[in-house]
């Protein structure tokens, strides 16, 4: 069972370079999202998806694209890396935001900007 | 004040040991809630669903206290294996709605032997 599948893992950049966060779920989820993890702070929302071609912010947007063009893949772009997106990011998907729903997160993404 | 607030720990507590963690929550509205757990350098995973009666799962206990806003989790016979980061998690609106899950910043366990 693949689940929620993120790549790549580790990444190391540099200030100003821009790259794209794979995610793809085999599990027909409506909802994904990406999430970044930093010590003391929890998970935080970036942006999220309820359906293809559907996307909106959440609570860190900033410096973050994401598009839905495909129910199973949610890509999240770093358009021109900083230091302070240095973090692990999360993408996670469910089969909707209602009621008791498991959400599925992927093994998460190293990432250490320069 | 953060939507959700947990003690961060760490709780050092020895085997067998009962333990109990507490989550605050500012939205009243909010339906949904649950427990997850994520070990170091890992995804987090769902532990369990809270109900609003209160649910059991082995060793592990799930309240919910509306009136209060609070969500509690009760871990009896604490094993080494237990040693994790426990996250509490809200759904602010428990519907379709554009709301997303939102976490607490978990509370760390550790189990000494």
């Known amino acids: 069972n693949a689940g929620v599948t993120q790549t790549p893992k580790f990444q190391v950049l540099k200030t100003g370079q821009s790259m794209t966060l794979q995610c793809a779920q085999d599990?027909?989820?409506?909802?994904m999202s990406w999430y970044r993890q930093d010590p003391g702070m929890g998970l935080r929302l970036i942006h999220y998806?309820?359906?293809?071609?559907?996307?909106d912010q959440g609570e860190v947007p900033n410096g973050y694209n994401v598009s839905r063009s495909t129910t199973e893949d949610f890509p999240l772009r770093l358009l021109s890396a900083a230091p302070s997106q240095t973090s692990v990011y999360f993408c996670?998907?469910?089969?909707?935001?209602?009621?008791?729903?498991?959400?599925?997160f992927g093994e998460g993404s190293w990432l250490t900007v320069v | 004040r953060k939507e959700v607030e947990q003690d961060p720990g760490p709780f050092n507590v020895p085997e067998g040991a009962t333990v109990a963690f507490n989550c605050t929550y500012s939205?009243?509205?909010?339906?949904?809630f649950f427990w997850y757990r994520q070990d170091c350098r890992k995804e987090p995973k769902l532990l369990m669903s809270?109900?609003?009666s209160g649910n059991e799962d082995g060793r592990f206990t799930a309240q919910l206290n509306r009136a209060s806003q609070y969500i509690s989790l009760l871990i009896r016979d604490s094993k080494l294996s237990d040693s994790a980061t426990y996250l509490c998690?809200?759904?602010?609106?428990?519907?379709?709605?554009?709301?997303?899950?939102?976490f607490g910043s978990g509370t760390r366990l550790q189990v000494q032997p």
């Open positions: 996670a998907s469910s089969r909707s935001t209602a009621g008791v729903n498991t959400i599925y």
């Open positions: 599990m027909n989820h409506e909802y």
């Open positions: 998806s309820v359906g293809a071609g559907i996307t």
């Open positions: 939205n009243s509205a909010s339906q949904s």
């Open positions: 809270v109900y609003s």
């Open positions: 998690v809200v759904n602010p609106l428990g519907d379709t709605g554009r709301r997303a899950l939102t």
